[in-house]
Antibody
Framework: EVLMVESGGGLIKPGGSLRLSCAAS????????MNWVRQAPGKGLEWVGRIKSKTDGETIDYAAPVKGRFTISRDDSKNTLYLQMNSLKTEDTAVYYCTTKVDWGQGTLVTVSS | QSVLTQPPSASGTPGQRVTISCSGSNSNIGGNYVHWYQQLPGTAPKLLIY???QRPSGVPDRFSGSKSGTSASLAISGLRSEDEADYYCAAWDDSLSGQVFGTGTKVTVL
């Protein structure tokens, strides 16, 4: 069974930093292209970024609103995906999902507020 | 800001057929696969259709997808109460070098 569990969300002040983790199991994580997708309260889905597998060059792409502030990384030895979020803004408030695009985690809520 | 446009809502009575449209451009739908997701209230999205018209195992054949040019559609036939959810289309956008989602459509079963 595929399982992805996000963690690390919480309440953070504007300008602060937070690191999210996504622990994956039930599939060959090292071969998967992994994505972060977020959903602001009451709003639609927004793609945050993607990291390819090491064999595909581990290329990383980011959405324009987060480029330069967020960093996606992976540790294939731990089957874990990360999202380092810096210079957080109130508009980054959302539930953050990790996903292979087929399977999704349950999400972790990040609230940016003073 | 979504670049794929969907109607905000759609509805039907049990057993009816409902169709949801998704309009894009040459840089996304026109040149790449379209996928559809279903999001039930309070839950994570679920892949419903991939590569324009393919159903993952376990998805009922009441759900079907199609694509023509820069538009795509999701059809739900034999509408059931458990189909009440938000539906999103998605595609890769070559100009943005990123995934784009539709604005989302809320389906209500009357």
């Amino acid at each position: 069974e595929v399982l992805m569990v996000e963690s690390g969300g919480g309440l953070i002040k504007p300008g602060g930093s937070l690191r999210l983790s996504c622990a994956a199991s039930g599939f060959t994580f090292s071969k998967a292209w992994m994505n972060w997708v977020r959903q602001a309260p009451g709003k639609g889905l927004e793609w945050v970024g993607r990291i390819k597998s090491k064999t595909d060059g581990e290329t990383i792409d980011y959405a324009a609103p987060v480029k330069g502030r967020f960093t996606i990384s992976r540790d294939d030895s731990k089957n874990t995906l990360y999202l380092q979020m810096n210079s957080l803004k109130t508009e980054d408030t959302a539930v953050y999902y990790c996903t292979t695009k087929v399977d999704w985690g349950q999400g972790t809520l990040v609230t940016v507020s003073s | 800001q979504s670049v794929l446009t969907q109607p905000p809502s759609a509805s039907g009575t049990p057993g009816q057929r409902v169709t949801i449209s998704c309009s894009g451009s040459n840089s996304n739908i026109g040149g790449n696969y379209v996928h559809w997701y279903q999001q039930l209230p309070g839950t994570a999205p679920k892949l419903l259709i991939y590569r324009n018209n393919q159903r993952p195992s376990g998805v009922p054949d009441r759900f079907s997808g199609s694509k023509s040019g820069t538009s795509a559609s999701l059809a739900i036939s034999g509408l059931r109460s458990e189909d009440e959810a938000d539906y999103y289309c998605a595609a890769w956008d070559d100009s943005l070098s990123g995934q784009v989602f539709g604005t989302g459509t809320k389906v209500t079963v009357l």
